[in-house]
């Protein structure tokens, strides 16, 4: 798909960013970095536990059921945030003396999303609780919470998704997006929600003296498990998320992690010591998040929890297993969706405001990444549907949005128009889920598209990719690419640096015959660059090119123990 490309605006640059190097420091101002303390990711400088509000009811209620030596069970969501979220508290309340601590993840097939009244049910008949915390989930649970308390259970809710107009009746909620809740990253992933409460509790426990004859877990311990939560979950990189996902990513390298992170790094093939952000996103996530999707979360909880590396090893096989038969799956329905695209004489030239499609033989698990590779192949909202189950009218659809369309609040605008359409919606501004009657397809499928249509102009519609401008021929090396590197951690709404140019083509590989590796002439030294673009359209490419426009990436790609610079593409025209 042709791309726009725009710089980035640059704003002046503060005089505390001067001594950078000038590359570096025109990247950070151009993402609001204006002091040199934003991205020095110390611990001390993090949001304060205390701002979070309903923080003395959650500690009231955990301290209690320490004291009391109460059955708690965590209950999770099935992705890797709700993974990560629901691993760090069963860790962390175990370490703080706690006897009986479980937990239980809804499985997405049976019973979706969140506290419902019918895992209530299978909480009360199978682990018999007197105490829920609810992790990455909850604050839309109203009618499970209301069966919990009417079992005399008590409940802690810890979320990070947008708040209804009316919150579940509660022991306690802590959500830095309910209303008056002044603790300022609203953009904080369930996991660095739950280790916030964890941190506040070990804190308050330190205080009255619960650690006296028993040792005090160090909280910085569980930050590798924050790290891959918070990157999995693809939040928002504000200065405290960054703090967190920067901390976790030290304790990895240094091998300060557990043992299933090591196991998981290990089956993806991927150097522990090196790792980036994007190794937690795309090879970490994926195969974590592979359990919920196909099986059982658990099993991916399983492997964060174990001690034993042999263990975590057998779990992270397993799940590596489980991706692989995910993205044969997932290659099957792209390509089912892709069909019926063209069927329906949608092309390039020729698109909706938006995608919407549904197939009966789809996979539940799968329908949202499905939606994502639309999205990005054709840049318009996708919303992908499925079948619940064989029996059941209802189908699940899971939704993902463009730049400036807040697809929750679309998603919304239908059912305020069409009462009924939408059985259930949530999620965020870039993903949401929904369930609606089969038969309901059709008109939802237009009602949203409507919606869109009248929302998104064509700039919205109109595929961007903004860059930091050209670098001078002196500054693509390797010493910067190294740099650049190690100046983050990259990432959402803080994404790492994008530069332009264009380059004289020497030579060219095709790599297992959809991958593209250049080799390229450094436009002054005349030496030669290397450049890799990955799942390159074929047809696109003809052997007769001479000189490539590129948007692209510094990379450093080190082979037995020897770096070189490497140029990766995330796009390329041919220059007439």
Known sequence: MTKLIKQRPIPPISDSLQHLHPVLARVYAARGIQHPQQVQHQLKTLARPEQLLGMPQALA??????????????????DADGATSTSVVVLALRAMGANSVDYLVPNRFKFGYGLTPEIVEVALNEKNPQLIITVDNGI????????????????????????????????????????????????????GVAFYVMAALC???????????????????????????????????????????????????????????????????????TI???????????RLNAAGRLDDMSHGIECLLADSPILAQQYAQELDDLNIERRSIEGDMQQQALATM?????????????????????????????AGRLKEKFHRPSIVFAPVDEQSDLIKGSARSIQGIHIRDAIELVTVRHAGLVSYFGGHAMAAGMTIPRANFQAFQQAFSQVIAE???????????????????????????????????????????IFEGEFELRDFTVLKE?????????????????????????????????????????????????????????YWRVVE
Request: charged share 20%.
């Open 61 to 78: 209620l955990l301290t209690q059921a320490l004291q009391q030596q109460q059955r708690i069970l965590i209950v999770g969501d099935f």
């Open 140 to 191: 839309s649970s109203r009618e499970g919470v209301e069966r919990a308390k009417q079992a005399g259970v008590k409940v802690l809710i810890t979320d990070h998704h947008l708040t209804g107009k009316q919150l579940p009746d509660a022991d306690a909620i802590i959500n830095p997006n309910q209303a008056n809740c002044p603790f300022p990253s609203k953009s904080i992933a369930g996991v």
């Open 203 to 273: 804190t308050h426990l330190k205080s009255i003296g619960w650690f006296n004859n028993r040792p005090m877990p160090r909280m910085s311990d569980f930050l590798d498990i924050v790290a891959l939560g918070t990157v999995a979950d693809v939040v928002a990189l504000d200065d405290n998320n960054r703090i967190l996902v920067a901390q976790g990513l030290e304790r990895i390298r240094a091998g300060q992690c557990r043992e299933g992170i090591k196991a998981l790094l290990a089956v993806a093939k991927r150097e522990r010591e």
């Open 276 to 286: 980036q952000a994007e190794d937690l996103a795309f090879a970490v996530a994926p």
């Open 342 to 370: 063209q069927q329906l004489n949608f092309n390039e030239e020729n698109l909706p405001p938006a995608i919407v499609l549904f197939d009966a033989s789809w996979h539940q698990g799968v329908i949202g990444i499905v």
């Open 455 to 497: 929302q998104a102009t064509e700039e919205h519609l109109t595929a961007t990719i903004l860059t930091d401008g050209e670098l001078a021929a002196q500054d693509i090396n390797l010493e910067l690419a190294q740099l650049l590197r190690h100046s983050g951690p990259w990432g959402q709404a803080f994404p790492e640096p």
């Open 514 to 570: 959809k991958h593209l590796k250049w080799l390229l002439k450094h436009p002054v030294t005349g030496e030669d660059l290397e450049a890799i673009a990955f799942n390159v359209d074929m047809r696109q490419w003809s052997a007769q090119t001479q000189k490539l426009f590129l948007a692209y990436r510094l990379d450093v790609n080190t082979f037995r123990n020897k770096s070189r610079l490497q140029l990766k593409v995330d």
